[in-house]
């Protein structure tokens, strides 16, 4: 029994985090960072959130600023209106699983069906597919690199830990600010309804980040989606 369950952790080891690192480790299609100077790609997880999506689209309109939304196809599905106003506003639409499910427990089939199923939502909204692929936490398995040879696998070159409250207030902007503009790739996240997330988090998140673009457009850095990027 115990040389048994010694056996499942080797496998699920094997198959989940010794896959993850050697894949991010050897950068196999995997993009960091955008080929332009003094530009951001600013990237948001996890939503559409009813509110707070809604929000953050105002709040770039106001500011001029497009950006790209990694979406959960369920939740795409109960909000397609904003779906829709992504597209009409100019940002780029990338799959973030139909569930907000780690890749590390997804078995090969589950990992097709989960991005066959986002990526059929986007079609029925927008009329369109993606390209683009973000696993949630960054977490990948064996077969991502053979389900995934269609997309473009996306990461970030900067992390913040917007989804929890007391980072947002405390270090937040700060982090924005001091992070690095050339070519960097950014993700936050516009819902905290997710396991392990601080539900008010995005409110304080948009705070920080209204202030970050204001400064970073008055020092003329420029903001892509990862579109405009390839």
Known sequence: MVGLLILIMVVFFIY???????????????SRRVPHEHTIALTFDDGPHP?????????????GVKA???VVGENAERNPELIKRMQ????ALGLHHYRHVSSWFLSPIGLKNQLERTNAVLKRIT?????????P???????SLWFTKRYRIVIWSHIFKDWKVKE???HLLHRLKHADSEGAVFVLHDNGAMLGADEEAPRYMLESLETFIEDALNRNIRFITLDDAS
């Open 88 to 91: 009409a506003e100019g940002h």
């Open 137 to 143: 936490w960054g977490h990948l398995n064996l077969f």
């Open 68 to 70: 790209t939304f990694f």
């Open 168 to 170: 947002c207030k405390e």
């Open 127 to 135: 009329g369109d597919e993606t390209y683009l692929y973000r696993p």
């Open 16 to 30: 989940s985090i010794l896959s993850t690192v050697i894949i991010r480790w050897l950068n196999v299609k995997i």
């Open 51 to 63: 509110f707070y999506t809604r929000a953050l689209l105002d709040l770039l309109k106001k500011h």
